[in-house]
């Protein structure tokens, strides 16, 4: 690799679509859907929704083939948010299962398209969330498209709103953050755009809005002067799940965040591996270098000389003859099988007194 090139990160790029309820989320997951298979556009869908009732799209890894989420909420007594909460920890427990599926396809697609809970926080600020987003981000190129109803966002308050989160997201998973302004067909987002470009023009729609008192007024173009440098870091498109338009600018911005990645995630990534690998090998030529010291220290002429072989003595003494067997006696079974009394190992025999013994015994 060249001089000051930027490593790529192999395999797809990961979207994890993440919005409000009621933002089109899931409508969007369908419209990508559609037009991926429409222009030939090799896509990966996965469902972490436990609580829908029904996916618009045959997902290939579904979290509901894994977890009863109704089961969850009887079985624990929970109710529909910690039953989401829930389902995604027990769901997490089994996600490097999932890695594993997805390092063997990752030749297989060029996208792979994530759509999460309706409930925003049950993934962004849950510990299965944030496992499962690093789990990704650790091998492949991650983003979050933040989904936003642009129709509800020509409030001020609503639009600062969403701002807001979408920045507080990209604090908590320091991934590359594409702000994808949906239902472009009922509203043109120009109003929005207008007001991350220009905070003076937000601060006039907040001078025109009379539904916002005193003090929340105040704290919004306060908000609008903090974020004016969020703004110009956020990418940002235009989409309408319900007619599609837009969806090819959506794919460019996919695309533009691989880079994003590299240069910020994927090198911090990058430069962590190479520390965990220079701390190891640091680690064990420190102990090799111990080692050989301690074995230089030790003189082998200090040491006792080895115990000498085990000989036999040697001796000019005949061996000893073994005594004749005794003659018949009275007693002995045959000529091949001696008494009694020669056999070592025979236990000693008792001689038992009759009746008659015992009474002269006493008599005496």
Not at 88 to 97: E, K, S, V, Y
Not at 111 to 124: L, R
Not at 239 to 254: C, P, Q, R
Not at 287 to 298: F, G, I, P
């Amino acid at each position: 690799m060249a001089e000051g090139e930027v490593e790529r990160t192999p395999g797809p790029v990961v979207a994890l679509l993440i919005g409000m309820a009621g933002s089109g989320k899931s409508t969007l997951f369908h419209r990508i859907h559609y037009e991926a298979a429409q222009t030939g556009k090799r896509c990966y869908f996965i469902n972490l929704d436990p609580a829908a009732l029904e996916v618009p799209v045959e997902a290939n890894i579904d979290i509901r083939d894994t977890v009863d989420y109704k089961g969850v909420m009887r079985e624990y007594s929970l109710g529909p948010n910690g039953a989401i909460v829930t389902s995604l920890n027990l769901f997490a427990t089994q996600f490097g299962d999932v890695m594993d599926i997805l390092d063997e396809r990752t030749k297989e697609f060029d996208y792979i398209i994530i759509d999460t809970p309706g409930q925003i926080e049950a993934f962004t600020w849950s510990a299965s969330g944030q496992l499962i987003a690093e789990s990704l981000a650790s091998t492949l190129a991650t983003c979050v498209v933040y989904v936003v109803d642009t129709p509800r966002s020509r409030s001020p308050a609503t639009f600062m709103s969403n701002m807001v989160y979408a920045c507080s997201i990209l604090h908590k998973l320091r991934l590359p953050l594409v702000a994808a302004f949906n239902k472009i067909d009922v509203q043109p987002p120009e109003t929005c755009f207008s007001w991350m470009d220009d905070f003076e023009a937000f601060h006039v729609a907040l001078d025109e809005d009379d539904s916002s008192e005193a003090y929340v007024t105040s704290l919004h173009r306060s908000m609008s002067l903090v974020l004016d440098e969020f703004y110009r870091v956020l990418d940002r498109v235009a989409v309408s799940a319900a007619t599609g338009e837009g969806i090819d600018n959506f794919w460019a911005k996919l695309d533009a965040s691989r880079l994003l990645y590299d240069e910020t995630y994927g090198a911090e990534i990058r430069r962590k591996k190479a520390d965990y690998r220079k701390r190891h090998d640091d680690n064990v030529e420190e102990n090799m270098a111990r080692l050989r010291v301690d074995v230089a220290e030790l003189d082998p002429d200090s040491q006792p000389p080895p115990p000498p072989a085990m000989v036999a003595p040697v001796s000019n003494t005949p061996p000893r003859q073994p005594p004749p067997p005794p003659a018949a006696t009275k007693g002995a079974k045959s000529p091949d099988e001696p008494a009694v009394a020669y056999v070592r190992d025979a236990p000693p025999r008792v001689r038992t007194r009759s009746k008659q013994d015992t009474r002269a015994s006493s008599s005496s």
